[in-house]
């Protein structure tokens, strides 16, 4: 079993559209949480930190359930500008080790 | 200000040959990472330094590998004997402190052996 499992997807959403994503860790030692962005060809960006009371910036709403180990990134309103590939980073407890999932690929079509 | 930089931004090799991939992290930035990410998948860990010393380097995947910060600043990974298998984008990144803190990514590394 992976320690951070993702749906792949592809998400296919028309904009406007709300859409969730959900992963889970395996480790329940973890201790902190990211959403990271990764355009085609492109770095990782931080799209946001989740926090055990949830956090929310504009369109995006984070989630984290460490009883179940999961975290959950919800898009609302979703633009175009969405589409790309979402990855769960999860920080191993204990130590510095950051394991990324494989990505949630989502296309916003208009 | 600079970003992460990443030299050379594509490396195409022979089996056998031996690399070294730099990454320049943001000024001032203590913890450094180093990734490796293939087709479809996400980063995969490989070390990370807390200034001149490797913390945790229990992603690297065998003795062919190994990395360098010698004055805490500048990284070099150094792949021996390469292998077809080691084809991948090799990501660095830092960030100001140990995590939790956002990790600030290079544009990465393209390395193909052949």
Redesign the interface.
């Known amino acids: 079993r992976k320690e951070?499992e993702q749906d792949?997807g592809p998400f296919n959403v028309p904009e406007g559209a709300t859409v969730a994503f959900n992963c889970t860790y395996s480790n329940s030692a973890s201790?902190?949480f990211?959403w990271y962005r990764q355009d085609c060809r492109?770095?990782?960006?931080?799209l946001m930190?989740v926090y055990s009371s949830g956090n929310e910036d504009g369109r995006f709403t984070a989630q984290l359930n460490r009883a179940s180990q999961y975290i959950s990134l919800l898009i609302r309103d979703s633009k175009l500008s969405d589409s790309a590939t979402y990855?769960c980073v999860v920080?191993k407890g204990g130590?510095?080790?950051?394991?990324?999932?494989?990505?949630t690929r989502l296309f916003v079509k208009a | 200000g600079a970003g992460v930089s990443q030299t050379p931004s594509n490396k195409v090799t022979e089996k056998g040959k031996y690399v070294e991939l730099r990454c320049d992290p943001i000024s001032g930035h203590t913890?450094l990472?180093w990734?490796r990410q293939s087709l479809?998948?996400?980063?995969?860990?490989l070390i990370?330094f807390?200034g001149t010393g490797a913390?945790?380097d229990?992603?690297l995947p065998n003795d062919r590998f190994f990395a360098v910060r010698p004055e805490g600043s500048v990284s070099t990974l150094k792949i021996q004997r390469t292998e077809r298998g080691d084809s991948a984008v090799y990501?660095c990144a830092s960030s100001l402190q140990?995590?939790?803190d956002?990790?600030?990514?290079?544009?990465?590394t393209r390395l193909t052996v052949l």
Do not use: M
């Open positions: 951070v792949p201790q902190s990211f492109k770095e990782p960006k931080l930190s990855l920080n130590g510095f080790k950051t394991i990324f999932g494989a990505g | 913890a990472y990734y479809g998948q996400g980063p995969e860990f990370y807390q913390a945790d229990s992603g990501l140990a995590t939790p956002t990790q600030y990514f290079g544009p990465g």
